[in-house]
């Protein structure tokens, strides 16, 4: 059973660093092809994918946000972990990941996803 | 990056009725493209993948289609549990992008 669960901090302010964790199971990140990305949403607005980690360790980035993005994976590959500096209030949303099994193919498994709220 | 041009931003139907929802992308991308719903407070759930594959429990009402770097996912016999949230996604290349979504409310 494939599960996906992020966890993060809720709120911050302005100016700090959000740090974000999606712990998995029921597959393997070590799996040739596998991917486990972040995406975002704001409230009420669509979809907005911003990072990802491959199975040999490659990282993928939303270039529009890369100077602010670090993703990583932990060593038993049950966790990935994503790093956005510097959040000011266009980063509230709810934070996903989503696991990609193969290249090409579409996300076919999403965690619940983890508000944060940013605000002074 | 691939923009994903959705449209239309909002339909209303009646149960029964027949939708179709659009997704244009800037570029080709090879039939990587996949379609999810979501409802209130939930994650997106998979529908449709390489833009005519059914996913696996999804109801056989729901079907994607293409045509060039056109895309189309349609309901048949519109149901109570079909209004929600629907987007379209390309799974070509990185950055992957969505489309803006449609929500899809019945009558």
Same mark, same amino acid.
């Given at each position: ?6 966890? +993060?901090? +809720? ?10 964790? &999606?712990?998995?199971? +029921?597959? /393997?990140?070590? !799996? ?8 975002? =949403?704001?409230? @009420? ?11 040999? @360790? ?11 993005? !670090?993703?990583?994976?932990?060593? /038993? ?19 996903? &990941? ?5 290249? +090409? ?8 996803? #983890?508000?944060?709220? #940013?605000?002074? | 990056? %691939?923009?994903?041009? =959705? ?13 179709? %929802?659009? &997704? ?12 999810? =719903? ?8 998979? $529908? %449709? ?8 429990? #999804?109801?056989?009402?729901?079907? @994607?289609?293409?045509? @060039? ?5 349609? %309901? ?11 987007? &379209?996604? =390309? ?12 929500? $899809?409310?019945?009558?």
């Amino acid at each position: 059973q494939v599960t996906l669960k992020e966890s +993060g901090p +809720g709120m911050l302010q302005p100016s700090k660093t959000l740090s974000l964790t &999606c712990s998995f199971s +029921g597959f /393997s990140l070590s !799996t040739s092809g596998m991917v486990v990305s972040w995406i975002r =949403q704001p409230s @009420g607005k669509s979809l907005e994918w911003l990072a990802a980690i491959d199975w040999d @360790g490659d990282k993928y980035y939303n270039p529009s946000l890369k100077s602010r993005l !670090t993703v990583s994976k932990d060593t /038993s590959n049950t966790q990935v972990f994503l790093k956005i500096t510097s959040v000011d209030i266009a980063d509230t949303a709810t934070y996903y &990941c989503a696991r990609r099994p193969w290249s +090409g193919s579409p996300f076919d498994y999403w965690g619940q996803g #983890v508000m944060v709220t #940013v605000s002074s | 990056d %691939i923009q994903m041009t =959705q449209s239309p931003a909002s339909l209303s139907a009646s149960l029964g009725e027949t939708v179709s %929802i659009e &997704c244009l992308a800037s570029e080709d991308i090879y039939s990587n493209l996949a379609w999810y =719903q979501q409802k209130p407070g939930k994650s997106p759930q998979l $529908l %449709i993948y390489y833009a005519s594959s059914l996913q696996d429990g #999804v109801p056989s009402r729901f079907s @994607g289609s293409e045509s @060039g770097t056109q895309y189309s996912l349609e %309901i048949n016999s519109l149901q109570p549990e079909d209004e929600g949230d629907y987007f &379209c996604q =390309q799974s070509y290349k990185f950055p992957y992008t969505f489309g803006a979504g449609t929500k $899809l409310e019945l009558k």
